[in-house]
């Protein structure tokens, strides 16, 4: 199994604006995993302190193989939830391990 970690960090918005688009992503991000078969488990989570200067979202998934992660990468699906977080991501960060 591969293990696909992902670390956010927004760019800077009105705490009560910031809150709404993280709102956003998790749902978007969660939603994928009715859409996608190679996802085989997702986790969103939400930094509890909005001002941090840590990483605001992160992002924890499972794929049975290398491959499979990579048609998650390119699903059309995915990649529109990618955009949408590109467009208010500052950071980013990544990491993928067999467990």
Request: hydrophobic share 45%.
């Amino acid at each position: 199994m591969i293990n696909h970690v992902v670390l956010f960090k927004m760019n800077d918005f009105p705490s009560t604006e910031k809150a709404a688009i993280l709102a956003e992503l998790k749902l978007l991000l969660e939603g994928l995993e009715d859409k996608i078969s190679e996802l085989k488990y997702i986790e969103v989570g939400l930094n509890y302190e909005t001002d941090a200067k840590s990483f605001d979202l992160a992002l924890i998934s499972h794929f049975e193989s290398l491959g499979d992660l990579e048609k998650y990468k390119i699903h059309p699906e995915h990649v529109k939830v990618a955009e949408r977080i590109n467009a208010v991501m500052a950071a980013r960060a990544a990491v993928d391990y067999v467990f």
